[in-house]
């Protein structure tokens, strides 16, 4: 008996750890480091050595006007990569598909996966 082949959706592949290890960006061992942080503490962490690169200051950056776009963005990136659709990923963030894929385009999310797929 022929049974037809699933299709299986081009977002069930992604993972933004894998893409961040092809680049060499890390490693196992940062992801057990990192998995041992808060949230909050690797943002801060993430300021703190952004800090560090111009001389310890960031005054004059916009940082708290940033974060809702930076947060957002981060949710995009991992959301694509834990779900098996965009349904199922606009569903997991509460938006409707017409929303979703605007912020995906807003952000560039696609580009971002498209070397992975």
Do not use: C, H
């Not at 061992?29 to 960031?58: D, M, P, Q, R, Y």
């Not at 605007?102 to 070397?115: P, R, S």
Request: hydrophobic fraction near 40%; proline fraction near 3%; aromatic fraction near 8%.
């Amino acid at each position: 008996m022929w049974v037809p082949k699933k299709r299986q959706s081009k977002y069930k592949r992604l993972s933004l750890s894998k893409i961040l290890k092809k680049k060499n960006k890390i490693d196992k061992e940062f992801e057990v480091i990192l998995n041992s942080l808060s949230l909050e503490e690797v943002i801060g962490l993430k300021l703190e050595l952004a800090s560090k690169t111009i001389g310890g200051k960031l005054y004059g950056l916009p940082i708290i006007q940033a974060l809702p776009r930076i947060t957002q963005e981060a949710a995009l990136l991992y959301t694509i990569s834990a779900a098996s659709t965009k349904m199922e990923a606009a569903r997991f963030l509460g938006l409707s598909k017409p929303n979703f894929n605007k912020l995906l385009k807003k952000y560039n999310i696609t580009d971002y996966f498209k070397d992975s797929t």
